[in-house]
């Protein structure tokens, strides 16, 4: 057990830090509301005009796209979302291992030079670094503060070098937001459009053939349509990880106010123990002084 003097100071840093774990977690929790309403709004408008395009491509109708072309790949890009900053428990730990698994798995496919990777977020380009590759642009600013123009020119970036047969599949790493707890890490294709996914997430009447009518021709609606549900789909992706970022920092600075506020009442209980104790021993002291 130690002096009286070493548990108040204990108490009294662990205080500090509980002040600061709990000023944390509100510009945390506050930013976060702000993240979810903003993914919100926005996933269901994306994912509706997702299945919508992707019936559209499948129902039948003679329309040639590169963006869904599946070729031969010999180079490959990835997205990958983290966080600028740490303390938001397994979120950016959880994007790093699975990328690194990802990695791992395409150099044995297409080898480590046909492999680029597009970090957003300094965590994320700080370990692709380490795992000895190059990140192709920076794109710390993204993850700070989400914004669709920048979300575009990355889109448009990618879509370019896919068009010129640069590369000839893009993958998104991301944490998707589920809930203030839950965060889902989700691995997909960018490109080229997967097709299979047509019709996924409907039900009822949704699931009807829908009958298209087309004005000026399909071929030209694609041109126009295809390129904007690209820009959105990075842009969506971008604030769904962000908001992703702020729950898990959230959760993470409330089960440390937690824990800080149990150890204090521990430290606490103990303190007033070893004061009962010095005390009683005074006292003794006193008793068998006067004896004497």
């Not at 830090?17 to 309403?37: D, F, R």
């Not at 047509?198 to 004005?215: F, L, P, R």
């Given at each position: ?40 709004n926005m996933l269901p408008y994306e994912r509706r005009l997702h299945h919508m395009l992707t019936d559209f491509l499948s129902s039948g109708l003679s329309v040639e796209s590169p963006f869904i072309e599946n070729r031969d790949v010999k180079k490959i890009a990835i997205v990958v ?212």
């Open positions: 057990m130690g002096s009286l003097k070493e548990i108040k100071g204990r108490i009294n840093s662990i205080n500090g830090t509980l002040k600061i774990t709990s000023a944390m977690k509100m510009v945390a929790s506050s930013k976060l509301h702000k993240a979810q309403e903003a993914i919100e979302f983290a966080s600028n900053s740490s303390l938001c428990g397994g979120y950016n730990a959880n994007v790093i291992r699975h990328l690194q698994e990802l990695v791992d798995k395409y150099i044995g496919d297409y080898g480590k030079e046909n492999i680029l990777i597009y970090p957003v977020g300094r965590k994320i380009a700080d370990a692709v670094k380490k795992m000895g590759f190059t990140p192709m642009g920076d794109y710390q600013h993204m993850s700070g503060k989400p914004n669709y123009q920048e979300a575009a020119d990355l889109a448009a970036e990618l879509i370019d070098r896919f068009l010129k047969g640069e590369i000839q599949k893009v993958d998104l790493l991301y944490n998707h937001f589920k809930s203030t707890s839950t965060q889902v890490l989700t691995h997909e294709t960018y490109l080229p459009i997967d097709l299979s996914t047509a019709g996924e997430g409907k039900s009822g009447n949704d699931n009807m053939q829908a009958d298209y009518i087309i004005e000026p021709s399909a071929m030209k609606v694609m041109q126009e349509l295809l390129p904007k549900v690209l820009r959105m789909k990075i842009y969506t992706v971008l604030l769904d990880a962000n908001a992703a970022e702020h729950a898990a920092r959230t959760m993470a600075m409330q089960i440390a106010t937690d824990n800080a506020t149990d150890l204090i009442q521990e430290l606490t209980l103990q303190y007033n123990k070893s004061r009962q104790q010095a005390i009683t021993n005074e006292l003794l002291d006193i008793v068998g002084g006067t004896m004497a």
